[in-house]
């Protein structure tokens, strides 16, 4: 067996508790003026990525407006009926179109409270939904900032592990066949009529992400999005980091797939969505994320060799059983 593939059910046996509060802070780090300053940038996500694995971009390049314009889309998107969405449904491995409720925690066997829609653009086509004026421009213009985000981010990694500069750009390259980022709506449920002991549980439970790097956006008002703060020696349960929920804010995290092509210099950190606490907004919660994953045929070698070198198609194969029950798929925050 791969000696990289976690112990996935374990993390989350010590991660699924309610656990205690943390005091430490997500980092934020500012994206302006990216061609001056990406030295500076690249101190300061080195940092992030080498700790809790998780930081928050402002100042980057995709408008206020189109992120607002997005954000309406899918909750249009999923206002539908499900009979009306049915005619998207999730075909196994290939991470597009729509999925109810598809995770299941083996630890806890229950689902994950959330329906998705996947965008992978090489295998879109004659699957985008038909009633929805501008769905599929918008969410290929977003799709394709959020990819020019993700590139500036790992380049600024590149730097510090003495990789080419280009090596990740080359990698990612979304003109190829083989490109396998994804583009997700997620819509978790709402729970104006939950029962006490189903606040008890989780809107999505622990897990880390597959793929290289995980660009997320949340709703003010919508918070949820916890991180793993780390365990304490003596073996209790880990502390969490509850992460801000703000408009315009992209929430990042560093995946397994860099972890690995780091040679684990790079953290992928556990996270989970929890339940609202009772003074909060009980209503439908909705986030949009991009997974940026190497394309298929991307070879990950890391440059201390700590592992055989694998390609992506590969390392992404080996992931999904490790923490669910049902159908390999991108999980999803």
Known sequence: MDIH?????????LFGTKGEEGDRHIPVIDFSDFGNRKDEMANALWAAATTTGFFQIVGHVIPSDLIDTDCDQAARYFDQRHEAQAHNLMARGTNTEWDDKPQIRPLTGTADQKESYQITVPRMAALWPWDLPEFKTTMLAFEQMHW?????????????????????????????????????????????????KDLNEWCAGAYNDFDCLTLLHQRRAQPGLQVCAGQD????????????????????????????????????NLHRVRMP?????????????????????TLLAGPLGHYEPVTAHDDIQMRPGSNFKKRPMQVSL
């Open 277 to 297: 606490r009772p003074d909060e907004n009980l209503d439908a919660r909705h986030s949009i994320a991009f997974f940026a994953q190497a394309n298929q045929d």
């Open 233 to 268: 020696p003596a073996g209790s349960d880990p502390t969490r980091i509850d992460v801000p929920a703000e408009d315009h804010v992209i929430t990042c995290n560093i995946e397994d797939m860099v972890m690995r092509w780091s040679d684990d210099r790079l953290i992928s």
């Open 148 to 196: 020019m985000v993700a590139m500036q981010t790992l380049s600024c990694l590149a730097t510090n592990l003495s990789f080419e500069p280009e090596m990740f750009l080359d990698g990612h390259d979304p003109l190829r066949p083989e490109y396998q980022s994804i583009f997700c709506l997620l819509h978790y449920l709402p729970l104006t009529t939950a029962t006490p």
């Open 5 to 13: 593939a976690l112990n996935e059910l374990e993390k989350e046996r």
